[in-house]
């Protein structure tokens, strides 16, 4: 309604949500679904899985790191940083902490109950980075050699 002003009347602040019955909880817009849980047979398959992946990841930061001190030796020794082992160092920390990561929740998805959903999908997205950053270096490699392939073919005629 309008007021006396002509401008539009404010909301009535007595205007109260409805008032439930003691005991009585207000029903979702989407009831709550049951966990799916996965039997035992998949979950050795699933431990398995995330032990064996934990311990890669773990290793392969092993040897970025191996990598790094390759680096910092050589940089020590000759004032040079080696560019290769840089990236390679990165490149092994970098997947050894996301294939730990999905080994740990591919091993929570075994451990928890009414949660296995959400940790198997915390490892493939896990997973996911992985293979993103390895589909991007391999789309880049491929390129750089088509374009030195081409570079090769245009100079050979010249």
Not at 52 to 75: D, E, H, N, P, Y
Not at 88 to 105: C, E, K, N, S, Y
Request: charged share 15%; net charge positive.
């Amino acid at each position: 309604m309008a007021s006396a002003s002509g401008g539009a009347k404010p909301a009535s602040s007595t205007a109260h949500a409805p008032v439930l019955p003691a005991g009585v909880l207000p029903s979702p817009v989407h009831p709550p679904r049951p966990g799916y849980e996965f039997n035992e047979v998949e979950n050795r398959i699933i431990r398995d899985l995330g032990s064996k992946m934990s311990f890669v990841g773990l290793f392969m930061v092993g040897i970025g790191l191996c990598f790094a001190v390759m680096t910092i030796q050589r940089w020590s020794r000759y004032q040079e940083i080696e560019v290769g082992f840089l990236f390679l160092a990165m490149l092994f920390m970098v997947f050894g902490v996301w294939t730990h990561r999905a080994g740990r929740d591919f091993r929570l998805v075994v451990d928890s109950q009414g949660r296995d959903v959400a940790h198997l999908m915390a490892a493939l997205s896990s997973l996911l980075k992985c293979y993103r950053l390895i589909y991007m270096l391999f789309f880049v490699g491929l390129i750089f050699a088509m374009i030195l392939l081409a570079a090769a073919q245009v100079g050979g005629r010249g």
